[in-house]
């Protein structure tokens, strides 16, 4: 790269989430961090941007700043004119998640949402996650700080955002990495209604389902044997194997 690297921090989880301040250290031994994150845990947010109302920006730090939107929100912004053009980043790194980001979890994930808004914006991007109790980030930021030399050193490009889970063990206990695919979960659970204290009836979404694929080869699978999983993601949803049977259904379909 021409110009000195510059390493861009994000989350879901917000501005003041441990595991994000403990990756942005991490990574500060490499290059300079400038860190743009949710105000607060915005977690579920998706690939969603903020469309309908501006965004305040509040700088709590020097190279910290906090945002009243979402992750993509975050890296959008410090991508696309938040930060001086000399200061801009040149690798997203979003995390580290409180729990994991796998199989199904990525649809809403807002770490990895942000992490893929890098990614459209040009940029190498990592989304990582701590698989567990969160009792190890300090193993999550030791292995991005190895992926990410070893990313710089070897040059590597791809057109793919790299979603890492983390098992939330010592790092003396991960057995190394593996590249890995989706898994998949059964059906999330059912709502939970309650009622406040107006008599209202509230809900609240129910948790997710239980693992349904967790095969070998899956990012589940790897997790649970204690290897960091790293699954390639791309943004092209088109379903490929179904356009036979789609055109053969359209065949008499008529206006």
Known sequence: MSKPLRILVTNDDGVNAPGMRMLAKALQEIAPVVIVAPDRDRSGASHSLTLSSPLYVNQVEDNVYSIQGTPTDCAHLALTGLLPKAETPDIV??????????????????????????????????????????????????????????????HFVNAATLNVNVPDVPLDQIKGF?????????????????????????????????????SQGTDFYAVRHNYVSITPLNVDLTCYKSFDDVAHWLKDCKI
Request: overall charge negative; glycine content about 12%; aromatic content about 6%.
């Open 178 to 214: 593996e590249v890995t695919r989706l898994g998949s979960r059964h059906l999330a659970e059912p709502a939970v209604k309650q009622t406040d204290p107006r008599g209202r009836d509230i809900y609240w979404i129910g948790a997710a389902g239980h693992e349904n694929d967790a």
């Open 93 to 154: 790194v979003s995390g580290i998640n409180a729990g994991a980001n796998m199989g199904d979890d990525v649809i809403y994930s807002g770490t990895v949402g942000a992490a893929l808004e890098g990614r459209f914006l040009g940029l190498p991007a990592i989304a990582v996650s701590l698989v567990g109790q969160h009792k190890h980030y300090e193993t999550a930021a030791t292995v991005v700080q190895h992926l990410l030399k070893h990313l710089i050193e070897n």
